[in-house]
Nanobody, 119 residues
Framework: QVQLVESGGGLVQAGGSLRLSCAASGRTFSNYVMGWFRQAPGKEREFVARISWSGISTYYADSVKGRFTISRNNTKNTVYLQMNSLKPEDTAVYYC????????????WGQGTQVTVSS
């Protein structure tokens, strides 16, 4: 079993930066592909980024490509999402997920952390 706990969300002005962290418990964290998703009020959950178990392969949604960077430290059992040049449309609850599928499901989800970007 894996538990995921996100942190690092908050209120930031447009153009600013935030770094989200997702700390995992369990002995098999390094075996999981990890991903970040977000959900804005009144909208469906949206894929943001994912990273392979080795950290070598990454993939981003077009809306965040060039601004966000996903990374992981398997020794620390933590995955990160560095968010730069934030825009108001980035406002959402951000969730980390273990072993996300192409269909948008995952084996494990965190509780979410709120990111609010003011104009």
């Amino acid at each position: 079993q894996v538990q995921l706990v996100e942190s690092g969300g908050g209120l930031v002005q447009a153009g600013g930066s935030l770094r989200l962290s997702c700390a995992a418990s369990g002995r098999t964290f390094s075996n999981y592909v990890m991903g970040w998703f977000r959900q804005a009020p009144g909208k469906e959950r949206e894929f943001v980024a994912r990273i392979s178990w080795s950290g070598i392969s990454t993939y981003y949604a077009d809306s965040v490509k060039g601004r966000f960077t996903i990374s992981r430290n398997n020794t620390k059992n933590t995955v990160y999402l560095q968010m730069n040049s934030l825009k108001p449309e980035d406002t959402a609850v951000y969730y980390c997920a273990a072993n996300p599928t192409n269909a948008g499901t995952a084996d494990y989800w965190g509780q979410g952390t709120q990111v609010t970007v003011s104009s």
